[in-house]
């Protein structure tokens, strides 16, 4: 099952777990660039990199999915980019918790929450980054 099979509400966990998988999977492939960028001093040290990165980031997809779920199911909503907006934004104030900062948090939250919003926008709305015009 893709994210967008179920409507926003429904699937909680088969939603979050897709959230945590698209998460964990960037955070791997950020972590494998970051390693070879700045080279490690041992093996142990990219070890630790690697799993810093990819459980953060697993953990910001896994916050995000059910947030936006729950928030879907309080307001009773469906297709609404307030919930994606909620659930980016919650994902971002975890980012500042764990940067121990005020200013990305709030920059991540604002950031995050705007781009799920346009996302879930664009998906409702047939939006496209390629291909040829529609006439």
Not at 36 to 61: E, H, I, K, S, Y
Not at 102 to 112: D, K, N, Q, R, V
Request: glycine letters at 14%; charged letters at 15%; hydrophobic letters at 45%.
């Amino acid at each position: 099952m893709g994210y967008w099979d179920a409507a926003d509400g429904e699937e909680c966990p088969s939603k979050t777990w897709a959230t945590t998988r698209i998460g964990a999977g960037i955070g791997l492939v950020g972590s494998a660039y970051h390693i070879v960028a700045f080279q490690p001093a041992n093996v142990v040290d990219a070890a630790q990199r690697a799993a810093n990165g990819t459980l953060t980031m697993a953990a910001l997809g896994a916050i995000f999915g059910v947030t936006t779920c729950l928030t879907a199911q309080i307001r009773g909503t469906e297709d609404d980019p307030l919930n994606y907006f909620i659930g980016g934004c919650a994902s971002g104030i975890i980012l500042g918790v764990r940067a121990h900062s005020y200013m990305t948090g709030t920059s991540a939250c604002l950031g995050l929450g705007v781009i799920a919003a346009l996302t879930k926008m664009g998906k409702m709305e047939g939006w496209r980054l390629s291909g040829p015009p529609k006439l």
